[in-house]
């Protein structure tokens, strides 16, 4: 058992020194403006009959579910629907954890006429199995007063497989995007939000709707 402990160690620390090379969260101090990318980006149809279904049920699920997803899934719960807000963010990333409360009061704002949405990044620097992840995810937010449903993102995700199909300039987390009733994403916030940004995003979600 000792020398089965000493490999699972070994194994997360390798794993983690290799995800830690994509620096894929905002260090405290890093608040860089938004990256000015083009409005209307979609991602890829690559959908499989299985992921849609797998991504109706999720949407359609109680408040506070946290699903696993693969990236076609995902693709199929960010497609037309409905105006979404949609938070890329981890239980380890400390500027996710911060601004989730404020988020919260967002979704309070805007009522059930925006729908909310998370995709965990949790799996691309996983220190425990999946279980013990969604359950992380469920302490956070309901600590943070978010109600949301999170898909997170399987082990079968490469963080690159990630940027490219959704043309993501910026490799860090949080993120919140816009997604529009087209499945096309609006706008892109792609660092922490404080209570005034969070306003503004309000504005215009509003003006969208």
């Not at 949407?59 to 506070?64: H, I, P």
């Not at 979404?84 to 400390?94: E, F, G, P």
């Not at 704002?109 to 996983?126: C, Y």
């Not at 990630?162 to 919140?176: A, D, G, Y």
Request: proline share 5%.
């Amino acid at each position: 058992m000792g020398a089965l402990k000493t490999v699972i160690r070994s194994v997360a620390s390798i794993v983690a020194r290799r995800v830690a090379g994509h620096d894929l969260f905002e260090r405290k101090g890093e608040r860089a403006p938004s990256s000015s990318l083009p409005r209307g980006s979609e991602p890829h149809s690559r959908d499989k009959p299985h992921s849609e279904s797998v991504a109706a049920e999720v949407m359609e699920a109680a408040t506070g579910t946290v699903t696993s997803v693969n990236l076609s899934a995902l693709a199929s719960a960010l497609g037309p629907g409905r105006l979404r807000v949609v938070n890329h963010w981890a239980t380890w990333c400390d500027g996710c954890v911060e601004e989730m409360p404020e988020l919260a009061r967002l979704q309070n704002a805007l009522g059930d006429d925006v729908e909310f949405v998370g995709v965990s990044w949790d799996r691309f620097q996983p220190l425990e199995g999946m279980g013990a992840t969604k359950s992380a995810i469920r302490d956070v937010m309901e600590q943070a007063g978010a109600s949301w449903p999170t898909l997170v993102l399987d082990d079968s995700v490469v963080p690159e497989e990630l940027f490219e199909r959704w043309k993501m300039q910026v490799h860090t987390i949080p993120q919140t995007w816009v997604v529009d009733d087209r499945g096309m994403i609006v706008e892109r916030v792609e660092h922490v939000m404080t209570a005034a940004m969070v306003d503004e995003l309000a504005t215009k979600i509003r003006e969208l709707g």
